[in-house]
């Protein structure tokens, strides 16, 4: 049902319905050149548009404005709804590192059913980088000496944390290993969101703030970070903290039961 | 290549009874390749090859999404001086980075060990990975690298929460 809530599901293998259908979404929207298409939208993150939140700092802040869960939840829910323009009901997919602590098959395969996989990789174009940027983007998995995927008992252990900025900093932490270890694109923030897996990390990391978020709600996000805008997707940070008010949940699966035949048969 | 870094011995100024300890590292430099430090405490004789994470003197570690190059024109990448006072734009995205390892149980190790600290810091990025793979190969000669170190950054603090 169109404008419906979607419910984003773990990375399952290629012929899984739900990833066969974001493989179609994704597929369609690297194909458009204009402001729908992925290509527009990776630049976002990085080249061109820098946008993106890591470390920044916010004259009303005391240290450091803590803005990278709540950017990058907007930042998926703007991709998750373009997808939506391309097929109904699609939802983003969320790749578990610290479970699945590969490449996962959907991902890892160039082709499935002889054509080419557009979870593999993604021909980034920037005319206006210097350089200019024109190429597929490229992984180097797990050739990192030191970066590595947290466990799930670590996981487990951050999410009993208290402080919201320690929970922050921490799952921000885990983050950067994830990106070093995938390595290649994904491990410069220039070129990271043009590789299609990036999208599949920041739904788990966005899946542990949302687990965070029901034990132990949004009460200890400091008040002062409320306000500020998530730039460019016309959000505050107050506007992302609930995700069902955003269309989307996490869950461990969901099935399409089919209802018209019975309704109207 | 990876680089090493040996702070102390100092007074690690601990009580017996904290419940936790943090160590900051604040005003890190994030214009640079993706990297990696692991911390190690009374054990300035660990290196690059020895840093692992099962090594009894490790305490934590840390991880920066670090922007390797330039992708702008000249300038793109320098760091403004004072902000005008109208100007609340957000700041520039390669803004120091602050990293906060929680070492509660290797401070309390260190703590049955003594009143002095000294602390360990062993940064790598992905090359050291191809060089260890590649060590005795004739590599292809290398860009120079637009920094001085890998690991750049202004202060740490120790802290400890009853």
Redesign the interface.
């Known amino acids: 049902m169109a404008g419906s809530m979607v419910y984003r599901l773990r990375v399952a293998s290629p012929d899984d319905p739900h990833i066969a259908q974001f493989r179609q979404a994704m597929g369609a929207a690297q194909a458009l050149d204009d402001n729908r298409g992925y290509n527009h939208i990776a630049g976002f993150h990085?080249?061109?548009d820098?946008y993106?939140?890591?470390?920044?700092?916010?004259?009303r802040t005391p240290?450091?404005a803590r803005l990278f869960l709540p950017w990058h939840r907007a930042y998926l829910l703007h991709l998750e709804q373009a997808l939506q323009d391309q097929v109904d009901r699609v939802a983003l997919p969320w790749w578990d590192w610290s479970r699945e602590q590969r490449i996962p098959d959907s991902y890892r395969v160039a082709d499935i059913d002889g054509a080419s996989n557009p979870l593999h990789s993604f021909r980034a174009r920037?005319p206006t980088?210097?350089p200019p940027?024109n190429r597929r983007t490229r992984r180097?998995p797990g050739?990192?000496?030191?970066?590595?995927l947290a466990t799930a008992t670590e996981i487990n252990a951050l999410l009993r944390e208290t402080d919201w900025g320690?929970f922050s900093?921490?799952l921000q932490?885990?983050?950067?290993?994830v990106?070093?270890w995938v390595?290649g694109d994904m491990?410069?923030?220039?070129t990271?969101a043009f590789d299609p897996i990036f999208f599949a990390h920041h739904c788990m990391v966005d899946r542990i703030w949302y687990l965070w978020q029901v034990e132990h709600g949004n009460g200890a996000v400091p008040q002062d970070l409320l306000d500020l805008e998530l730039?460019p997707f016309g959000k505050r940070v107050k506007d992302v903290l609930d995700t069902q008010a955003l269309g989307y949940d996490y869950a461990a699966a969901a099935a399409e039961i089919e209802v018209e035949g019975v309704l109207n048969g | 290549m990876a680089e090493k870094y040996v702070f102390g011995p100092f007074a690690h100024g601990a009580g017996p009874d904290f419940k936790r300890a943090d160590l900051e590292f604040y005003s890190i430099d994030h214009f640079r390749p993706s990297f990696v430090g692991r911390i190690y405490f009374n054990d300035p004789d660990v290196d690059f090859d020895t840093a692992t994470e099962d090594r009894p003197s490790y305490a934590g570690s840390f991880a920066i999404f670090g922007h390797e190059k330039c992708a702008g024109n000249v300038g793109h990448c320098d760091l403004p001086g004072e902000r005008r006072r109208f100007d609340d734009r957000p700041s520039h995205p390669l803004t120091r980075a602050f990293k906060r390892v929680v070492v509660t149980d290797a401070l309390r190790k260190a703590c049955d060990e003594g009143e002095e600290l000294t602390i360990t810091v062993v940064v790598a990025s992905a090359e050291d990975g191809k060089r260890k793979k590649t060590s005795k190969k004739k590599g292809k000669k290398k860009e120079k690298p637009h920094y001085k170190r890998l690991f750049d950054f202004k202060g740490m603090q120790l802290v400890t929460f009853d």
């Open positions: 990085g080249a061109p820098w993106c939140w890591h470390h920044q700092a916010n004259p240290l450091q920037v980088a210097d940027i180097s050739t990192h000496p030191f970066a590595r320690t900093d921490v932490d885990y983050h950067d290993n990106h070093g390595g491990s410069d923030p220039t990271a730039r």
